[in-house]
């Protein structure tokens, strides 16, 4: 029964959200102006012989604090090497997209892309946005800029459907990690902990400690989303844990049901206000000292050092999350050519840039992922960037539920509902049932 009144006010509350989502997008610039017409489906080169004027409008839900330093710094860089071509920054705040991909559906649906948008490796793009038959291949892109080899194949694979490749990867985050105040546990004589016993045992002294143990910020569900399939990664391990988005795994088996409970008692040592912050508000927990870890992805590493200017190893530590060293939940933001944009050879200019080593050197330091690129310049990362790209070439990689690789969005959307509902009801066999009936009528069954 409470289930579904949570169901109804929380589909109000969405729908509502989207109206609100869509108004502030007329305003954070949706137009673009004053370019050429260039035409359609024109090869392009490389950055250097190819000039196109006009304007390119980039969409993402890069805005605030760990999110927008380096799309400007991107931006900037951009500006500078193409100073004929007008940027419009047309981002639209949200962690995850929470608001951005339902203005980009709804743009979409209205045949008015953006010049290019953010858009996750996976089933985001390819489920999504290919499948509708709303990109163009960048194959002879790919191609004419030599990056064939100089993106790892898993992550082209990520970013291709049926042969054709359709976006380019501008950074590589990690979604399975803990960051904790190494003061708080030096203090408290505590270690970091590798294993699910370990992880409550460290919660516990903690919360003796008169401190919050696991800091959540679930104003927007996703978050607590992210911690429940770092969970399942780690009770499931990585084959298992694709299963569950394959079909060949239900939600409603022993080892799924086993990583609900873990998860659940995890609820148990949450800030009481944890529904009235965001990612950043938590993630401020534990930068302040009054929370002891914080699961996120590596994000959080750039709002720490690039915004707060904490210090890697020194003022925040990190470890993978329970049970899953050697895993590497895997999220690729990438940016396409939509069909029917009006200046797509000066989008060909900002995918050509976003795809060099330079960009991605730019960029990543401060948004605390690490290069796409596999020979992009280490020495410009700090200990926690050198660290997670050795660990990336030495991890089995999974997609993320979250943030849009696993599954198709429509699933994803439920599963945020339900896993919110959750978080205030604790019912288990809710749950379960809530993401099988999410997987069935997704096709994922
Ligand atoms: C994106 C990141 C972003 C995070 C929080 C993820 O889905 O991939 O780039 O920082 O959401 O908004």
């Not at 509502?16 to 024109?42: I, P, R, Y």
């Not at 409970?261 to 990612?279: S, V």
């Amino acid at each position: 029964m409470k289930r579904h009144k949570g169901m109804t006010w929380l589909a109000l509350f969405f729908a509502f959200a989207l109206v609100l989502a869509a108004c502030s997008s007329g305003e954070t610039g949706g137009e673009e102006g004053g370019g050429t017409e260039e035409s359609n489906g024109q090869e392009t080169e490389g950055s250097e012989s190819t000039e196109s004027s006009g304007s390119v409008e980039i969409f993402s839900w890069w805005t605030g604090a760990g999110e927008e330093a380096g799309l400007l710094a991107l931006i900037d860089l951009f500006q500078e090497q193409h100073p004929e071509i007008e940027v419009v920054n047309a981002a639209v705040a949200g962690g995850a997209g929470t608001n951005a991909k339902a203005v980009l559906a709804s743009r979409m649906q209205a045949d008015d892309p953006p010049g290019t948008f953010q858009v996750h490796g996976g089933s985001e793009l390819n489920d999504g946005w290919v499948a509708a038959d709303k990109m163009e291949p960048l194959n002879d892109l790919f191609e004419a800029e030599g990056w064939m080899d100089k993106f790892p194949q898993d992550l082209i694979d990520l970013v291709s459907k049926d042969g054709n490749i359709y976006s380019v990867p501008v950074n590589i985050h990690r979604g399975n990690v803990i960051f904790y105040n190494t003061k708080v546990f030096e203090e408290n004589g505590l270690e970091p902990p590798t294993t699910f016993d370990e992880f409550f045992a460290v919660a516990e002294e903690l919360k003796k400690a008169g401190v919050t143990p696991l800091s959540l910020g679930d104003k927007e569900p996703w978050t607590a989303t992210q911690i429940l399939e770092n969970v399942a990664l780690g009770v499931l391990g990585p084959d298992k844990y694709n299963q569950l988005w394959s079909g060949e795994l239900k939600f409603d088996s022993p080892e799924f049901r086993e990583a609900v409970d873990i998860f659940n008692k995890m609820l148990t040592y949450i800030n009481e206000d944890h529904a009235a912050r965001n990612w950043q508000d938590a993630a401020q927990l534990v930068a302040d000292g009054e929370a002891g870890m914080n699961i996120m992805g590596d994000w959080a590493k750039g709002y720490f050092t690039t915004d707060l200017e904490l210090t890697a190893n020194e003022d925040f530590g990190w470890i993978e999350t329970p049970e899953t060293d050697g895993e590497f939940m895997v999220i690729t933001d990438t940016f396409g050519l939509p069909k029917n944009v009006e200046n797509p050879d000066a989008v060909k200019q900002f995918l050509s840039f976003l795809g060099s080593v330079e960009a991605q050197d730019t960029f990543n330091p401060l948004k605390g992922s690490i290069p796409a690129r596999i020979d992009a310049d280490p020495s410009k990362y700090d200990e926690y960037g050198q660290e997670t790209m050795e660990d990336f070439k030495d991890s089995v990689l999974t997609p993320s539920l979250a943030h849009g690789s696993a599954a198709p969005e429509g699933f994803l959307t439920q599963a945020n509902q339900a896993v919110n509902v959750f978080v205030t009801q604790g019912d288990v066999d809710q749950l379960i049932q809530s993401l099988e009936d999410a997987a069935s009528a997704h096709n994922m069954r």
